[in-house]
């Protein structure tokens, strides 16, 4: 089986109780707050970029996308409040980014995400393996999702197509091995 149900890590981190191993204290980053932005006219404000800025207790990113932009706010709860955070976020959506001229940020829907930094201590246990955030995430700035998701199904394919023996646990051992040398 193949855990993709995300965060919720619901066959490895729940049905097999797999160990969580936390970050928070490398990583202190542990809330966003992330937003669709409607394009007026894509043409002119579509960025060919996508943008991350600092801003009072954490950084914003802006994510073009075809049909919106994609922007959200990660911060610590240790430095400042959620609630305080959101006013923060859209107080720099109306003051700094042209693109909102034309957008209130009152106007936008919000959605509080939870960051929680970590793996579990096994990719693979028995006859199950967590693949993307199943598996395990570091703070958005690192962009590593996409790349640790592309790795683990690279090594879970790679020991399938052994066609000459069944999956061991030596193997199942080298793909947790090798996907937490890819996270940390």
């Known amino acids: 089986y193949v855990d993709c149900t995300g965060f919720r890590s619901l066959l490895l981190g729940q049905a097999l109780k797999v160990p969580y191993i936390s970050y928070s204290d490398m990583l202190?980053?542990?809330g966003t707050w992330a937003t669709k932005i409607p394009y007026v006219d894509p043409n002119v404000e579509m960025d060919l970029t996508t943008n991350g800025t600092a801003i009072d207790n954490g950084w914003v990113w802006n994510i073009p996308l075809w049909?919106?932009?994609?922007?959200?706010?990660?911060?610590?709860?240790?430095?400042?409040d959620?609630?305080?955070a959101l006013k923060e976020y859209k107080e720099h959506l109306n003051d700094t980014n042209q693109w909102c001229k034309d957008n209130d940020a009152e106007e936008l829907e919000y959605r509080h995400i939870d960051i929680r930094n970590g793996v579990l201590n096994r990719a693979w246990k028995k006859n199950c393996i967590a693949i993307g955030l199943s598996y395990g995430f570091i703070e958005p700035l690192e962009s590593t999702g996409?790349?640790?998701?592309?790795?683990?199904l690279r090594k879970l394919i790679t020991v399938l197509q052994s066609k000459d023996r069944h999956v061991n646990q030596f193997d199942r051992d080298c793909v947790t091995r090798d996907m937490q040398r890819?996270?940390?």
């Open 28 to 30: 202190i980053n542990n």
């Open 67 to 80: 049909d919106r932009i994609s922007s959200g706010y990660v911060y610590s709860e240790k430095f400042i």
């Open 82 to 84: 959620k609630e305080i």
């Open 146 to 152: 996409i790349s640790v998701t592309i790795e683990g």
């Open 182 to 184: 890819q996270i940390d």
